[in-house]
Every structure is written in C-alpha cells, then in structure tokens.
C-alpha cells in the first residue's frame, strides 16, 4: 500500500494554517502566489498659499491684530489733547479721591443741589477700576491710558464671542466695528461702558 505525501504547501491549505506574509518596507511577498504586491502611500504637500492661508487665518493673529489697530486708533482719538465728554473730568476726581482712600457721601461742590447733602456714587466699580491707573499716571493721563485699555480689551473680548459663537467673519464684523467712526467716537468717552461690555461678553462666553 502506497503512502501519499503531501506538500507542505497544500497541507497549510487543509488544515487552515494562516499564510506567511513577509513585509519589506512597502513591498509584501505573498509565498502562495509568488506575487509582490506594493503599497503606495500618499503625502499631501502643503503648498506655500495654504501655508499663509492658515498663518494669517489663525485666531490668535486675528485678535493680536486687532488689539492693535483698535489701541492705535484710540490713542489717536486721544492725543489732541481734549475729552469730548465733560463727564470726564468728574470720573477723573472721583477716582483721585479713591485712590486717596476718600469715599464721600456728599458732594460740596454742587451746592445748589440735593447731591449736595445726599450723594451715592453711581459708577463706584469704575472709580475702583480707575484706581491703579490715576495712582501710577495721574488723573487726567491716567484717565486716557484706562479708556485706551478698555477699547482694546472690549475689542478682543468681542471677538472672542464671535469666535465662541461661531461666526462667520467673526475678524471681519470685529474689525468693521472698530472702524466705524461713531463707534470709536463713543468707545473713547471716559465712561464705564467699555469695561462693562467686557464683563458681559466674558460672562456670555463662561456660560455659554
């Protein structure tokens, strides 16, 4: 009685051993077929457009520009040398006496009216704010640099909301609204609106 043997090869096959196959960096050598089979892959290039594309699309760019335009044309609202809002010089002794740790409750300097014996401090958080900065450049030189510092801060601070929110063109409204006019006009009044818009628009983007 003749003994069949079978090749090693077709022996892998019936009894469902796995096949071998052999890697060479990106070649595989599949030892059934005796077929190389090679596999390609494929590297996307970067071209130097995309590059500046991305570079100058990037939010923290976006905001450092706009920081500084919106700082340039309020520091340009402010050199002449003149506030255009009268308001300014009470805000300004206001945050003298409070830097000097004076918080009166009447106001003598207007004698002819009720405040004269009973007043309250309607902007007490601006006046605090406008501490440190009375303190270090004086009150008038103080009072400018603190309204600068708000129109670049309330600046950024909405265009972090649009960022947030997901706008579209979040760069562009932010940038056509620091170059409206009227808007820089009222921007740079020494009042609390540019703080308090800050406030708000941190608050909308914590809760948000």
């Known amino acids: 009685m003749s003994e069949k043997f079978s090749h090693p090869r077709s022996l892998k096959k019936r009894v469902g051993l796995p096949r071998r196959v052999t890697p060479r960096n990106d070649n ?12 390609s892959s ?11 594309r991305k570079l100058f699309t990037h939010p923290l760019l ?14 340009w609202v402010q050199v002449p040398g003149r506030f255009p809002d009268p308001d300014s010089f009470y805000h300004a002794g206001m945050a003298e006496l409070a830097a000097s740790g004076t918080f009166p409750s009447r106001f003598p300097w207007l004698e002819l009216t009720t405040l004269r014996s009973t007043y309250a401090d309607l902007h007490f958080l601006y006046h605090l704010f406008l501490v440190p900065f009375v303190h270090f450049f004086g009150a008038m030189a103080g009072l400018r640099i603190a309204t600068i510092t708000a129109v670049g801060c ?22 056509l609204l620091i170059g409206s006019a009227a808007f ?25």
């Open 28 to 39: 595989f050598l599949d030892e059934d077929s005796g077929l190389i089979s090679h596999r």
């Open 42 to 52: 494929m590297v996307a290039v970067e071209t130097p457009q995309e590059s500046y």
């Open 62 to 75: 976006q905001g450092c520009v706009l920081l500084v335009l919106a700082v340039v044309l309020a520091a």
């Open 154 to 175: 309330f600046t950024v601070a909405l265009f972090v909301l649009l960022r947030a929110l997901r706008t579209k063109g979040a760069f562009g409204f932010t940038l």
């Open 184 to 208: 820089m006009f009222r921007a740079n009044l020494a009042k609390a609106q540019g703080f308090a818009f800050v406030v708000l628009f941190l608050a909308s983007i914590l809760i948000g």
